[in-house]
């Protein structure tokens, strides 16, 4: 009769040959295609789980959430923000890392940037990055123009309370600003003020964090300060402040509330951005970075079929502390941006113009996702996976997006005249494909562009590729959620 200790040993051996099998049968299954593969395809990599973070009468902001049931590296949700003219983005702090991409418009940035006031002016094509924790504030200064923002979220330094988490330094009702939270004495201690002034500070009827900030729709000290020119903002608000004040005096008594919530904002603008009669000789800019026009950047790659451009932390240094990178692609009608992968990063990508086609590839050689995109679609090619993009034979495809690495990309192409292929030419890789070196060699020395190729045959033709659009709605995204996306990202030339 076996002992307890065979006995024992015997079913430990079982059990651990039973946990490899299971384990290698998980890791074939998930390599032939099984688990979230057997999904259909042409959603997976579609980003349309849009959810509305901020809705007010003078503008809006919806996020794209990542997925969290997809094999990716790094997760990233897309922000899309819109303001209306005159419109203010009230002071708030974000718990995730925020890079800003200016579609279309002009708009004036304020932040904290150790620990001095600093501004910003942004144009079209520009980039900024704001990191987790930083007090911002945000102005469309565009004279009759929406201000369109296309923006990453990067949720690695986030709370896990959702997409992510606004704290408001300034709001009102619909936006409670965190210092609301404390009780009245504390904040009466805070400020020295008396509780009657410190209510006034967080009892505004605001509809919402984005606001109008016109003479007749906010408090006059917000008024004059979002009006400043580009000097020094805080050397102004002391002078502003001083104007304030004697402009008081001069009002009568039945305009007293409309003074005393004056000067709560301002005791509310010096606690959050520092004394004023103390920092009058910083210049506006704090020695904060500067920002970097994409669209003044020249191309990294072109040639008669598109070009196409990247920036990385070596280039533009804030992109370092995210570890994001940003690209730009624009490819002419009926070209093609040939077959590559990413080895570096996971791509979420917006179009911001015309229609074509996306192929992507599963690591068992099936494919992935066959689609026909359009403007205002977003989706996400995960790392290492083979994909490719082509443009209509009606007009270019322009797309833009944020790669999850601030590296220099090094994209690695499967075809054209520098791809792997030709690169690995040997007898190793003809024995591998089953063929002979002569015939592999002729068949990659037929193509002699690179990296961007003509692809007339492969792209959809114009009428064709928007019928079946229509036919295939349940892999786009919802009406509502398009038109607003399309609104942000629409051309502007």
Request: with cysteine; charged share 25%; glycine share 8%.
């Amino acid at each position: 009769m076996p002992s307890n200790s065979l006995m024992g040993n015997t079913t430990t051996l079982l059990l651990l040959l039973f946990v490899l099998c299971h384990g290698v049968a998980t890791a074939m299954g998930f390599l032939e295609g099984e688990d979230w593969w057997t999904e259909s395809s042409n959603s997976l990599f579609l980003m349309h789980n849009s959810k509305r973070v901020v809705k007010t009468d003078f503008g809006e902001m919806r996020v794209l959430k990542s997925r969290s049931d997809m094999i990716l590296d790094r997760r990233m949700h897309i922000g899309f923000i819109t303001m209306e003219p005159k419109s203010l983005f009230v002071p708030q702090y974000l718990d995730s890392n925020l890079i800003m991409f200016i579609r279309r418009g002009e708009a004036k940035l304020g932040f904290i940037y150790d620990d001095e006031l600093a501004e910003r002016s942004l144009k079209t094509g520009d980039v900024y990055m704001i990191p987790a924790g930083t007090v911002f504030y945000l102005v469309n200064t565009g004279v009759g123009q929406r201000l369109h923002i296309i923006c990453s979220i990067d949720p690695s330094t986030n709370l896990g309370l959702g997409t992510f988490q606004s704290f408001y330094i300034g709001g009102g009702a619909n936006s409670p600003s965190v210092l609301s939270g404390f009780e009245p004495v504390i904040l009466e201690t805070a400020f020295n003020k008396s509780r009657t002034e410190v209510e006034k500070i967080f009892s505004g009827e605001l509809d919402g964090p984005i606001v109008y900030v016109g003479d007749s729709h906010a408090p006059s000290l917000w008024a004059k300060f979002l009006q400043l020119k580009k000097e020094d903002k805080v050397q102004h608000l002391k002078k502003m402040v001083q104007d304030q004040e004697e402009e008081e005096e001069e009002e009568d008594e039945e305009e007293e509330e409309e003074k005393q919530t004056s000067r709560s904002w301002r005791t509310l603008l010096e606690t959050v951005f520092g004394n004023v009669n103390e920092k009058i000789e910083n210049k506006d800019t704090a020695g904060s970075p500067d920002s970097y026009n994409l669209y003044d950047k020249n191309p990294d790659f072109k040639n008669a079929y598109g070009w196409s451009k990247a920036l990385h932390g070596g280039e533009y240094p804030p992109l370092k502390k995210p570890d994001i990178g940003i690209f730009h692609v624009n490819l002419t009608a009926g070209s093609m941006m040939a077959p590559h992968l990413n080895p570096r990063a996971t791509e979420y990508t917006i179009v911001l113009r015309g229609y074509g086609r996306l192929q992507i590839v599963f690591p068992n050689g099936s494919n992935a996702t066959n689609i026909e995109i359009k403007q205002g679609d977003v989706f996400v090619v995960p790392r290492y996976f083979p994909f490719c993009q082509i443009a209509s034979r009606d007009g270019p495809l322009e797309f833009f997006g944020f790669s999850t690495s601030a590296r220099e990309s090094k994209p690695q192409f499967l075809a054209g005249a520098v791809s792997l292929l030709k690169t690995m030419l040997g007898p190793e890789l003809a024995a591998a494909l089953g063929v002979s070196e002569d015939t592999l060699r002729r068949a990659l020395d037929a193509q002699h562009e690179v990296v961007i190729l003509p692809s007339a045959w492969a792209a959809p033709p114009g009428n064709a590729g928007k019928m079946k659009m229509e036919e295939e709605k349940v892999y786009t995204q919802p009406k509502a959620i398009t038109s607003f996306v399309n609104d942000v990202v629409m051309d502007v030339f």
